[in-house]
């Protein structure tokens, strides 16, 4: 990967063998945030400036869990075959590219699993370091640590698309209509296409359940408060809605996405493309129009009319 490569992806933390490992350029939004959440609350306990310190290191904690998910997602990607490319963290969270030739449901939902594993494991982690006597500070680290990746596990496997546990979904609706396809007609003769019509209506059914988890995710964010006698902050609202429109907007691009992928898997080279008859351009309208007739049943119907001359050949 060249320098110029790198520089769209964010800034290059390292490789690990030989998967690049970015840090988006948006990233420092959240971090910044995160500091001006926690550290005026923290900065009320602790003396100094020890509070906003503790909530640079939460961040500093939040992007090793981001890292952890994604690399969960790449090491079984490498277990399946598929090639990864990059691994990079931005405001959104995280995202792993591979390539995704030859996928299969139990392989595909494999992977979205593999990310909140990964984050269960730094949770025990962290639960294992709150069995020990630690210092205050550290016992507070220790104790976001697991909650933030419990949270982090448990949100992404809400079953919607773009989370993990839409593409779980999206890999089991895959595997239950390719069986049922196969089971009605085994001996299917373009089997390529009929994968990417299951797989189609798989990414359809995901998305739509990703719109749900979006609104039911914003209604409880922003109705607990509410029911609870609070008013939610200004800044609590933000978030909710940027998340929300970040969820809402992957949900419609599923739907989109395997809409398409019917539409296309379903097309057929006939509807689109029309006959064409080669001749010379120095042969006689009527020698052009009688090979046509052989070639275009419609012809010998009396459907001349269709036949247009073109420079170099006849087509209808």
Same mark, same amino acid.
């Given at each position: 990967? %060249?320098?110029?490569?790198?520089?769209?992806?964010?800034?290059?933390?390292?490789?690990?063998?030989?998967?690049?490992?970015?840090?988006?350029?948006?990233?420092?939004?959240?971090?910044?945030? !995160?500091? /001006?959440?926690?550290?005026?609350?923290?900065?009320?306990?602790?003396?100094?400036?020890?509070?906003?310190?503790?909530?640079?290191?939460?961040?500093?904690?939040?992007?090793?869990?981001? /890292?952890?998910?994604?690399?969960?997602?790449?090491?079984?990607? @490498?277990?399946?075959?598929?090639?990864?490319? +990059?691994?990079? *963290?931005?405001?959104?969270?995280?995202?792993?590219?591979?390539?995704?030739?030859? +996928?299969?449901?139990?392989?595909?939902?494999?992977?979205?699993?593999?990310?909140? =594993?990964?984050?269960?494991?730094?949770?025990?982690?962290?639960?294992?370091?709150?069995?020990?006597?630690?210092?205050?500070?550290?016992? =507070? =680290?220790?104790? *976001?640590?697991?909650?933030? %990746? &419990? #949270?982090?596990?448990? #949100? %992404?496997?809400?079953?919607?698309?773009?989370?993990?546990?839409?593409?779980?979904?999206?890999?089991?609706?895959?595997?239950?209509?390719?069986?049922?396809?196969?089971?009605?007609?085994?001996?299917?003769?373009?089997?390529?296409?009929?994968? !990417?019509?299951?797989?189609?209506?798989?990414?359809?059914? *995901?998305?739509?359940?990703?719109?749900?988890?979006? &609104?039911?995710?914003?209604?409880? /964010?922003?109705?607990?408060?509410?029911?609870?006698?609070?008013?939610?902050?200004?800044?609590?609202?933000?978030?909710?809605?940027?998340?929300?429109? #970040?969820?809402?907007?992957?949900?419609?691009?599923?739907?989109?996405?395997?809409? *398409?992928?019917?539409?296309?898997?379903? &097309?057929?080279?006939?509807?689109?493309? +029309?006959?064409?008859?080669?001749?010379?351009?120095?042969?006689?309208?009527?020698?052009?129009?009688?090979?046509?007739?052989?070639?275009?049943?419609?012809?010998?119907?009396?459907?001349?009319? @269709?036949?247009?001359? +073109?420079?170099?050949?006849?087509?209808?």
């Amino acid at each position: 990967m %060249n320098p110029a490569a790198d520089a769209t992806h964010g800034w290059l933390l390292g490789r690990v063998r030989g998967v690049p490992i970015f840090i988006g350029r948006s990233w420092p939004i959240i971090a910044i945030a !995160i500091v /001006l959440s926690f550290g005026p609350q923290l900065a009320q306990v602790l003396p100094g400036g020890a509070g906003y310190a503790v909530a640079a290191a939460y961040a500093l904690l939040l992007l090793v869990s981001v /890292l952890v998910h994604e690399a969960g997602h790449a090491v079984a990607a @490498r277990a399946s075959g598929h090639r990864v490319d +990059r691994i990079v *963290a931005n405001l959104w969270g995280g995202h792993t590219v591979f390539d995704t030739a030859g +996928r299969r449901p139990g392989t595909a939902a494999l992977t979205a699993l593999a990310g909140p =594993l990964g984050n269960l494991l730094l949770a025990g982690v962290g639960w294992l370091l709150q069995q020990t006597q630690l210092p205050d500070v550290l016992a =507070l =680290l220790a104790w *976001a640590l697991t909650f933030s %990746n &419990l #949270f982090v596990a448990a #949100f %992404n496997l809400l079953p919607g698309l773009p989370l993990d546990g839409g593409f779980v979904v999206e890999a089991i609706v895959w595997k239950v209509t390719g069986d049922r396809w196969l089971a009605a007609r085994p001996r299917v003769v373009d089997r390529a296409c009929e994968v !990417i019509i299951d797989l189609g209506l798989a990414m359809v059914v *995901a998305g739509w359940l990703g719109r749900v988890v979006t &609104l039911g995710a914003v209604l409880y /964010l922003l109705g607990e408060p509410l029911l609870s006698g609070a008013t939610p902050s200004f800044f609590t609202i933000a978030w909710v809605a940027l998340i929300g429109a #970040f969820l809402w907007q992957g949900a419609t691009q599923a739907i989109r996405t395997g809409t *398409a992928r019917r539409a296309v898997a379903r &097309l057929r080279v006939g509807q689109v493309l +029309r006959p064409v008859v080669v001749v010379p351009t120095y042969a006689a309208a009527v020698a052009a129009l009688e090979a046509f007739g052989r070639r275009h049943p419609l012809h010998r119907h009396g459907a001349l009319s @269709r036949v247009r001359a +073109r420079p170099g050949g006849v087509g209808a």
